[in-house]
């Protein structure tokens, strides 16, 4: 009882707690109405529609097209609160759904369902004109963004046109270089990659059972390996452990003591951003559950079969999943070619208005920006997170907002300054760590109350009533029947 | 009021509602129990089950191996009851799941989700060996089955003995031959094809909407066609207009009215189990709907875009589902070689018992067993339905009971007699039909309350807790919020 007030205390002296209930009144007013309806109903709205699609849709829209490529937690949070009555506002993004990443290692072992963690596009942007495309290239003379369509096998190409382009694309899991893990690696940045992981487990535990696998296949077969340390590794580490233990541990006893699961970190520690008190104790606990953790290791390459580990040989595997750093992606590697680059030469260099730097005279673009992981700050490097990108998503709803109200005028927006909510990660068996100390230096919390605080964080954050409903209710019939193991 | 009593007065004088009461208590006689387990606790169990492993598992098993080959209506049913005292169960098949079928239909628009209408091989089964393969021949001279391996890219080919065989392979979808029907048409018979029509409805609205498409195109997208009138047929065209007109309606306002929806039969009508005032009332709701229904019409080939109507040309579609009859699968048709086929050389004959019949002398096989859609009795037709293969697999459940307890000995079994429980089939808008007049003349009912009686019929004959939770609370929030659009 006393240490729940204290932690409580905690919180309420940083900016967290306040945040948070920020956050959560906000989703409160984004409730979707509830409504029936028929074909009927929909001819007067038809006529208006078929109206926007013939080019008139910038009546009484001052400021013009405002293009938004991405529909990650940049692009999607930016559609989802932009002001329709200044921008006509068009999307462009090879998917058709946001992502909640945060909950997206729990789904890849079925703690939550797939859908649980997505937020259909179109359902919270009815005045918004949605293409499912990727955007190739931009030319910012012509204002014109050149797309290819991620439907029909991806062979229809277009182009639209743009008044203000926001940039917020993300940015692709990066390999290094090394060889074979584009080919047998799985990553975890979508739901396709959450349902082949899925996939993976399960068949890893079936081949296992086969008739004609040989005892000494078998260890290989059922060993989990995961590559990166950081906060994704070790909450898929953390999260595959549960399914393993709680789930396929009943219906494979005979296969559960083969089973080995690693954690490769070319690093000197995991969770480097982490506190070393909290660093140290996810370590006990990994360890204690049996979970290897190879740090300063240098994975030099992947063949179907085999990690080949640095002065270490061979070592067979089941599933390897990537979770390291990031690297560009082909628009932002095309936009290169004019735009200026932060030092990694990955990410597009910003001012602090967000606007992307023009590499003729080193000025910024008036109306292209960029946010997300796609871009940094120019001398004010953040991480690249879903936090940041959403507080800067933010802050430039509030400032193309600004701007619309000044008549075009960029005379009041404000600079973006970033704050510090903290970090949380989980780390198996209802237990997670809550890393705070950037605001306080004491702000820590780690065990059973971090992993409550975790959860009621991340369900305070979902966005869709739907999703309010779905997630606590998947996460009470996984404790009370487990995880699902049909593989489809 | 009195409609209901009079209703229930009906039900009550059949003998459907004293089988549903039957399958009700069974149902609640399978509730999984709810454990939680670690490592330590399965030392033990692991003991015990690499002993298994070695081939000690017939040990007290009086009556040795019982292989079921497949796990859909009749394998499910048979694994999930068999008493495992007398017999080591094997259980091979492709997929590790069962497929509630007669709510695949719903699952393939969201109206539920694909999880709730699975339910895993292994968990209803910890005593029984399940293999993920398919069964590709069997040898009945030596007692063993090929079978390849479902993983690792089909390459793994192995062989098993077994003491007594259950095939239970069903059948595949028919094509007749139709040239492109098997490159370009959807199925409804897995998750797969269900998660494949899914993705596709939505494609079909989100090509429509990308800038390149020409106004000529639009409605050729978004002509839905349904080719087979029986209940498959019907029941997924209603549930894809409950989509179309709940959901899709409302995201894509300026394109619901180039919407358009046909069902194409050869036969001179649609719903031909049905009773004639049943039928009637079908295809007055279908007009009414805007459902096209185009009997007498042979299609005689498929492209990419068109259908290819004999006297009638092509005709354009965006999705095109195929719901006719059904055809062996590689099995059967392999043990054509020495097991006889009934007369449409699809099925295998069984006697009352459903022993197959050797080729040689026309004899029953004695430890050969064939139930579900690949069999069919001599001289006692029956359709090719979910109702027919569950009450053959009871039946030979307790055929097989009564064999081991009487020491091996066929003298006590009891031939095969179908009930017949009428049949049900979903219109659309909360509407569906029921038809018992096989056992009573006016034993029939349409409309609301017979989509309430449909509804809670198949959430009776559901199995497992987690669904009997899961599927009702997607009924609600789907009534409530629409059904999710996120294609993935």
Same mark, same amino acid.
């Given at each position: 009882m006393n240490k729940t007030r204290l932690f409580q205390q905690k919180f309420f002296r940083t900016k967290y707690h306040e945040a948070l209930l920020t956050m959560q009144s906000m989703n409160l007013l984004t409730i979707p109405t509830i409504k029936k309806t028929s074909y009927d109903a929909f001819i007067s709205q038809t006529a208006s529609s078929i109206m926007l699609r013939r080019g008139m849709t910038s009546l009484g829209k001052t400021q013009g097209k405002l293009v938004i490529l991405g529909s990650g937690w940049a692009g999607f949070k930016l559609l989802k609160d932009i002001d329709t009555r200044h921008y006509e506002v068009i999307v462009v993004s090879p998917r058709n759904y946001f992502v909640f990443t945060p909950l997206l290692a729990s789904s890849s072992v079925g703690t939550l369902e797939f859908r649980c963690v997505v937020e259909p596009v179109r359902r919270y942007s009815p005045k918004i004109q949605y293409y499912q495309a990727y955007a190739d290239s931009v030319d910012i003379k012509k204002q014109t963004i050149h797309c290819t369509s991620n439907l029909n096998n991806k062979k229809d190409?277009?182009? $639209?046109?743009?008044? %203000? &382009? =926001?940039? #917020? +694309?993300?940015?692709?899991?990066?390999?290094?270089?090394?060889? !074979?893990?584009?080919?047998?690696?799985?990553?975890?940045?979508?739901?396709?990659?959450?349902?082949?992981?899925?996939?993976?487990?399960?068949?890893?535990?079936?081949?296992?059972?086969?008739?004609?696998?040989?005892?000494?296949?078998?260890?290989?077969?059922?060993?989990?390996?995961?590559?990166?340390?950081?906060?994704?590794?070790?909450?898929?580490?953390?999260?595959?452990?549960?399914?393993?233990?709680?789930?396929?541990?009943?219906?494979?006893?005979?296969?559960?003591?083969?089973?080995?699961?690693?954690?490769?970190?070319?690093?000197?520690?995991?969770?480097?951003?982490?506190?070393?008190?909290?660093?140290?104790?996810?370590?006990?606990?990994?360890?204690?559950?049996?979970?290897? $953790?190879?740090?300063? %290791? &240098? =994975?030099? #390459? +992947?063949?179907?079969?085999?990690?080949?580990?640095?002065?270490? !040989?061979?070592?067979?595997?089941?599933?390897?999943?990537?979770?390291t750093g990031l690297t560009d992606n082909p628009l932002t590697r095309a936009m290169g070619e004019y735009i200026i680059k932060d030092q990694s030469a990955k990410r597009l260099l910003t001012d602090n208005y967000f606007r992307v730097l023009s590499k003729d005279d080193g000025m910024p673009v008036n109306n292209v920006y960029a946010i997300g992981d796609c871009a940094s700050i120019k001398d004010y490097d953040l991480p690249a997170t879903a936090q940041v990108a959403n507080q800067k998503a933010m802050h430039l709803r509030k400032s193309l907002t600004r701007i619309a109200k000044d008549g075009g005028s960029f005379e009041n927006v404000k600079p973006f300054k970033f704050t510090n909510l903290g970090s949380m990660v989980y780390i198996g068996e209802q237990k997670a760590m809550v890393d705070l100390t950037s605001t306080n230096v004491k702000a820590k919390e780690r065990g059973t109350l971090a992993w409550i605080f975790w959860r009621s964080s991340y369900f305070t954050m979902t966005i869709s009533l739907r999703n309010k409903i779905l997630i606590p209710m998947y996460w009470i019939l996984t404790w009370f029947f487990g995880r699902d193991v049909s593989k489809f």
């Open positions: 190409k277009f182009t $639209i046109q743009y008044d %203000t &382009l =926001v940039v #917020a +694309v993300g940015a692709n899991s990066n390999t290094f270089g090394i060889p !074979g893990v584009g080919d047998y690696a799985l990553f975890l940045k979508d739901i396709s990659d959450a349902r082949k992981i899925r996939q993976r487990v399960i068949e890893c535990f079936e081949l296992a059972s086969q008739p004609n696998v040989t005892k000494e296949e078998i260890p290989g077969l059922l060993h989990f390996a995961v590559v990166g340390g950081g906060p994704t590794g070790v909450e898929f580490s953390a999260e595959l452990h549960d399914f393993i233990t709680q789930d396929m541990a009943r219906l494979y006893p005979d296969l559960i003591n083969l089973v080995t699961m690693t954690v490769y970190d070319v690093a000197p520690q995991i969770l480097g951003s982490f506190d070393q008190s909290l660093r140290d104790y996810a370590i006990k606990k990994f360890t204690r559950k049996g979970i290897q $953790i190879r740090t300063g %290791t &240098l =994975v030099e #390459a +992947v063949n179907e079969r085999h990690l080949v580990i640095k002065d270490n !040989g061979n070592v067979s595997y089941g599933m390897l999943v990537w979770a």
